[in-house]
């Protein structure tokens, strides 16, 4: 199974883009987004649950940021409006079957990855 991310590019503070992450062959319970900035850890983004449609962000995107999902195309979206410099980093996709719902936050908790994706926000 492989992941492929698409849809980052450079954009102006307060601006919007569309990420996308496609599964080759299947979906899973778990599909969601990280990002890592320069020098950074990789960090929860936002987490979307096929077995009841939920999502989860982080405080610092809550709002601004929508996760969707597309379970017929095995696809992922991240929505991502009113963007801030300190938004730009490499956004990676990340999905897993097996989480537990206290390790959806943690990376290290994820099997599968896109090769990322860079996110460029312009002040």
């Known amino acids: 199974v492989q992941l492929q991310a698409s849809g980052g590019g450079l954009v102006q503070a307060g601006g919007s883009l569309r990420l996308s992450c496609a599964s080759s062959?299947?979906?899973?319970?778990?599909m969601g987004w990280f990002r890592q900035a320069p020098g950074r850890e990789r960090a929860f983004v936002a987490v979307?649950?096929?077995?009841?449609?939920?999502?989860y962000y982080s405080d610092s995107v809550k709002g601004r940021f929508a996760i969707s999902r597309d379970n017929a195309k095995n696809t992922v979206y991240l929505q991502m409006n009113s963007l801030k410099p300190e938004d730009t980093a490499v956004y990676y996709c990340?999905?897993?079957?097996?989480?537990?719902?206290?390790?959806?936050?943690?990376?290290?908790?994820?099997?599968?990855w896109g090769q990322g994706t860079q996110v460029t926000v312009s002040s």
């Open positions: 062959g299947r979906t899973f319970s778990y």
């Open positions: 990340a999905a897993d079957d097996t989480l537990i719902v206290s390790s959806m936050w943690d990376a290290s908790a994820y099997d599968f």
């Open positions: 979307s649950r096929k077995n009841n449609g939920r999502t």
